[in-house]
């Protein structure tokens, strides 16, 4: 039993969509059992949420999942209709229809519980079972989406469910490389990367898999590989649990980067047990994920706090801060900047490699560019710098880390 994951880019068109009819019957006729996901065609989530601000600049959440979640529901149908064409037995489901449930967080909702019956019954008739990714259902009855690119995580999901021998993400690049091949043409691409790996990477923000695929491919070891949907042939990547083969990998896999970050910083705070939860309780109440936080040293009883939110919420976390936590605890100002980005370089050789992160400093001294924040675990290092050098720090990182290409 195979579940195949196609991205928007894959169903982007008639022409496309036959494609993926021709590679699901190919495996149908290898004698698989096969559950297919589909994202909506490339452009059209964009294209949905456009028009949702233009009715209401700050979307409703229960409506706008109600309005994003139909692309999806297009390519499940179409690609059914062309499987039944070239004379498959064929079936597609919405979210809702399969019974993928959510919990109620709208447009970043998280799967709890998936319904298989209905796609058990159906592969035992025969049937090429398709089903919408990046959807489901809440336990009202409302329509949830899974956040941008949870349609891998719904092809994961479903294959964790069914106990799928294989979970194949099937995407517009040929498996997962040292850093996004569209932003360094001497990227290479893996054939092998661990979970941890592959968890660092997909969160700090190498969108090739939904960091909640990946979560859930390690939870319940799905065997998981990207693979491209345009070429015939090719391995791919695996999502490897070993670290084997370790020995000849270099010292760091890969670099991720994000340019959706945003910094804020609330300056001359008190110095005094309690702040860290009073600047940071309501932000989180309201529902603003915080990633990176710097506290710096007291000096004279007052302190100045750092950390980054997603661009998108920048402005909720800005105006949370200056109205309701500022004044409450006698700090000097709030300043903000949204025009910073996130570059890390990760792999699992750092845990007995010294001087990856002087490096890593050394490197982007070199070109000029300031570090703003650093983070560090085992396996990642990360920084924050403006995001006009963004291209540049991945570029040079990647140089510098020996993980270029050799010329041909
Ligand atoms: P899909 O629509 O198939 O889900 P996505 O656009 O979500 O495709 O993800 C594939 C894209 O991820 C690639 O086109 C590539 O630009 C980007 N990407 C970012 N980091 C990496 C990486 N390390 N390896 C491969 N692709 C990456
Ligand atoms: N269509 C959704 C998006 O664009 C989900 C996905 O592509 O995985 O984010
Ligand atoms: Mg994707």
Not at 167 to 190: F, H, K, N, S, W
Request: hydrophobic share 40%.
């Amino acid at each position: 039993m195979i579940v195949q994951k196609y991205g928007g880019t894959s169903v982007g068109s008639p022409e496309r969509i036959k494609n993926v009819v021709r590679r699901v019957a190919k495996y149908k006729a290898l004698g698989h059992q096969i559950v297919v996901v589909v994202s909506a065609m490339s452009g059209e989530t964009n294209r949905l949420i456009a028009l949702a601000k233009e009715i209401q600049a700050q979307p409703d959440p229960r409506e706008l999942d109600m309005v994003i979640s139909t692309g999806e529901q297009v390519t499940v149908g179409l690609l059914s209709m062309g499987l039944i064409q070239e004379g498959l037995k064929a079936k597609s489901y919405t979210g809702a229809q399969v019974k993928i449930t959510t919990d109620s967080a709208f447009t970043k909702a998280r799967i709890l519980s998936i319904d298989e019956h209905n796609i058990r019954t159906d592969l035992a008739n025969g049937y090429v079972v398709v089903v919408a990714g990046f959807q489901g259902i809440d336990k009202e009855g409302n329509i949830t989406t899974l956040g941008r690119g949870g349609s891998d995580t719904t092809g994961v999901a479903i294959a964790a469910a069914l106990h799928a021998d294989e979970c194949q993400i099937y995407t517009d690049v040929d498996g997962v490389y040292t850093t996004d091949p569209r932003v360094v043409p001497e990227a290479r691409r893996l054939k092998s990367i661990t979970f941890e790996e592959m968890l660092e990477m997909a969160s700090l923000g190498s969108k090739v898999l939904q960091i909640r695929a990946v979560e859930f491919a390690g939870k319940y070891k799905v065997k998981l590989r990207v693979l491209s949907s345009f070429e015939e042939e090719g391995d791919g990547t695996l999502i490897t649990f070993e670290e084997d083969d370790k020995m000849e990998q270099a010292i760091i896999s890969g670099i991720a980067f994000n340019r959706d970050e945003a910094k804020i910083t609330v300056r001359g705070v008190p110095d005094k047990p309690g702040i860290a939860y009073q600047i940071l309780g309501p932000v989180s109440e309201a529902n603003v994920d915080v990633d990176m936080i710097i506290q710096n040293v007291g000096v004279d009883g007052s302190t100045d706090f750092s950390f980054t939110v997603h661009r998108n919420e920048f402005d909720k976390a800005m105006d949370i801060l200056k109205n309701k936590v500022q004044s409450h605890i006698g700090a000097r100002d709030v300043v903000g900047d949204n025009k910073t980005a996130k570059v890390s370089v990760v792999g699992v050789g750092m845990r007995s490699h010294v001087g990856i992160a002087s490096k890593m400093f050394r490197t982007l001294a070199e070109e000029g560019i300031n570090i703003q924040m650093i983070s560090t675990s085992e396996i990642k290092i990360s920084v924050v710098i403006d995001e006009k050098y963004l291209e540049l720090a991945v570029r040079v990182l990647h140089k510098a880390f020996d993980l270029d290409q050799e010329a041909a």
